[in-house]
């Protein structure tokens, strides 16, 4: 099992920003996982499930299948030590 079958659309929160990417046209574009669960029928739709079923936003496309990645959107603090 990977991590898209594990993983469910409710289980991300506002922090976490989708990168999907289509299969025939390898157009990119960001998806908030907020916008995704007002578009989907059940609360319960898996990760799998969404990139089946995500069509390309893109005009001429329109190619229904996706590659998914997740961009954590979290502050990281820098190295603050160093050599004596």
């Not at 960001?30 to 319960?44: C, F, N, Y």
Request: aromatic share 4%; with cysteine.
């Amino acid at each position: 099992m990977t991590w898209l079958e594990n993983t469910s659309l409710r289980d991300l929160d506002d922090s976490v920003i989708i990168e999907a990417t289509c299969m025939r046209c390898l157009y990119t574009w960001l998806q908030s996982p907020v916008h995704l669960l007002i578009k989907v029928d059940h609360r319960d739709v898996h990760m799998d499930e969404v990139a089946k079923n995500l069509a390309c936003p893109k005009r001429d496309c329109r190619h229904v299948g996706a590659r998914l990645t997740l961009i954590k959107n979290e502050d990281t603090s820098g190295f603050v030590g160093g050599m004596p």
